[in-house]
T-cell receptor, first 111, second 112 residues
C-alpha cells in the first residue's frame, strides 16, 4: 500500500515564500506529482519529479529525496490567487501507474 | 482549460436512481481515469481505461461501472444511488500511463 502525509492547512502572507511538505511510504517509487486545486475546481498539474533534486518552474519549485521518502513544493512571491489546496500524488511500482493522492494541504494567503 | 470536457457540471437526483456522467479526453490522449472526491475522503481513484480497454481498477463499487467508446470518450454509470455517493466526480486523461494526468472540471453529484 501507499501512505502519503501532508499538513492539512498552512497560512502565509502575500509576497512571502512557503514550503509545503509531503512524506510518503510506498511499495517502490515511480514518480511524484504536485497538483493545485482551487475549491470546487479541477486539479491542475504543477510538477513531476522522478529523480532526486529540485525542479524549478517559475514561482513554483518542487524537490524530491527518494531515500527519505520526502518532497516539498516551494511557492515564491505568493499571490492571493495561490490560495488553494495543493495535492501531492505518488506513483508506486507494479503493473499500474495510477498515482495515489494525499489529502492535500489547504494554503491560505492573506494580505 | 485542460482540454478535458465533462458533462453535466451539476446533477441532482434521488436515492435509488441511476445517472451517467460523460467525459471527453484531450485530443490525442488514450487513457481516461475516473476519480471521486468527497470532503472527508480526498481524491479516490475509481477506474482507468486505455484505448477502449479497462486498464486499472481502484475503489470502485459494484454499483458503479464505466466504459470507453471507440471515439475515446468515456461514461461512468452510477446506479442504486445512496446519499454517500454525493461527491465531485472527476475525469482525467493522459497520453499514456506514465504521463501527468489532466483533469476535467468535474461533475458535482448531489443525492437528495
Amino acid at each position: 500500500g501507499q501512505n502519503i502525509d501532508q499538513p492539512t492547512e498552512m497560512t502565509a502572507t502575500e509576497g512571502a515564500i512557503v514550503q509545503i511538505n509531503c512524506t510518503y511510504q510506498t511499495s517502490g517509487f515511480n514518480g511524484l506529482f504536485w497538483y493545485q486545486q482551487h475549491a470546487g475546481e479541477a486539479p491542475t498539474f504543477l510538477s513531476y519529479n522522478v529523480l532526486d533534486g529540485l525542479e524549478e518552474k517559475g514561482r513554483f519549485s518542487s524537490f524530491l529525496s527518494r531515500s527519505k521518502g520526502y518532497s516539498y513544493l516551494l511557492l515564491k512571491e505568493l499571490q492571493m490567487k495561490d490560495s488553494a489546496s495543493y495535492l501531492c500524488a505518488v506513483r508506486g511500482e507494479g503493473g499500474s501507474y495510477i498515482p495515489t493522492f494525499g489529502r492535500g494541504t489547504s494554503l491560505i494567503v492573506h494580505p | 482549460d485542460s482540454g478535458v470536457t465533462q458533462t453535466p457540471k451539476h446533477l441532482i437526483t434521488a436515492t435509488g436512481q441511476r445517472v451517467t456522467l460523460r467525459c471527453s479526453p484531450r485530443s490525442g490522449d488514450l487513457s481516461v481515469y475516473w476519480y471521486q472526491q468527497s470532503l472527508d475522503q480526498g481524491l479516490q481513484f475509481l477506474i482507468q481505461y486505455y484505448n477502449g480497454e479497462e486498464r486499472a481498477k481502484g475503489n470502485i463499487l459494484e454499483r458503479f461501472s464505466a466504459q470507453q467508446f471507440p471515439d475515446l470518450h468515456s461514461e461512468l454509470n452510477l446506479s442504486s444511488l445512496e446519499l454517500g455517493d454525493s461527491a465531485l466526480y472527476f475525469c482525467a486523461s493522459s497520453v499514456e500511463d506514465k504521463q501527468p494526468q489532466h483533469f476535467g472540471d468535474g461533475t458535482r453529484l448531489s443525492i437528495l
